[in-house]
T-cell receptor, first 115, second 113 residues
Framework: DSGVTQTPKHLITATGQRVTLRCSPR?????VYWYQQSLDQGLQFLIQ???????AKGNILERFSAQQFPDLHSELNLSSLELGDSALYFC??????????????FGSGTRLTVV | DQQVKQNSPSLSVQEGRISILNCDYT??????FLWYKKYPAEGPTFLIS?????DKNEDGRFTVFLNKSAKHLSLHIVPSQPGDSAVYFC????????????FGKGTLLTVNP
């Protein structure tokens, strides 16, 4: 157990729908990162929050949004889902603004399947 | 624009032999490099890192080598064990705030008994 909790582990939904992925960071970590891993792709950075504020944005689609709540858990909202959104979505956390020498701690991911 | 590249999607080695996983990067501003290991149905886990001020870092059976002039790093696993079979991701970051980890696509290592 890495200490980063992601729910749900699996999600199957239809095109056009909206889903919410949830992440609880490791205790004491203030930064939360969201990554997407599609077939044959590496881990693509989506967005970072630090202590409730958005700090960095990557290749995140406009249909996707995220937030970090006062208790530091984060949610990634995916709307108007398309077949191509099917992927593994990972949440990671770190103490500070960057991973530094030890990088991030990852959760086990949410596998999203859009049918 | 892929700033971190792992050109070998897969690698197969015999148990007890050396595994060498390679990674190239294009951004000369990167100053930390990390390797992550990922088993199926699990998230990536941190394995070893190296700062750009060093050219080698060793941790047990794992050694990472950095060649800054060639913008190349490699992970050596000696001796390889079947439990090392996993996907290995190379990652890089810049110092300072707001710089996230940039990952390669990963290399699937299979260690055969």
């Amino acid at each position: 157990d890495s200490g980063v909790t992601q729910t749900p582990k699996h999600l199957i939904t239809a095109t056009g729908q909206r889903v919410t992925l949830r992440c609880s960071p490791r205790s004491g970590d203030l930064s939360v990162y969201w990554y997407q891993q599609s077939l044959d792709q590496g881990l693509q950075f989506l967005i970072q929050y630090y202590n409730g504020e958005e700090r960095a944005k990557g290749n995140i689609l406009e249909r996707f949004s995220a937030q970090q709540f006062p208790d530091l858990h984060s949610e990634l909202n995916l709307s108007s889902l398309e077949l191509g959104d099917s992927a593994l979505y990972f949440c990671a956390s770190s103490v500070g603004l960057t991973g530094g020498v030890y990088g991030y701690t990852f959760g086990s991911g949410t596998r999203l399947t859009v049918v | 624009d892929q700033q971190v590249k792992q050109n070998s999607p897969s690698l197969s080695v015999q148990e007890g032999r050396i595994s060498i996983l390679n990674c190239d990067y294009t951004n000369s501003m990167f100053d930390y490099f990390l390797w992550y290991k990922k088993y199926p149905a699990e998230g990536p886990t941190f394995l070893i890192s190296i700062s750009s001020i060093k050219d080698k870092n060793e941790d047990g059976r794992f050694t990472v080598f950095l060649n800054k002039s060639a913008k190349h790093l490699s992970l050596h696993i000696v001796p390889s064990q079947p439990g090392d079979s996993a996907v290995y991701f190379c990652a890089a970051s810049r110092g300072g705030s707001n710089y996230k980890l940039t990952f390669g696509k990963g290399t699937l290592l299979t260690v055969n008994p």
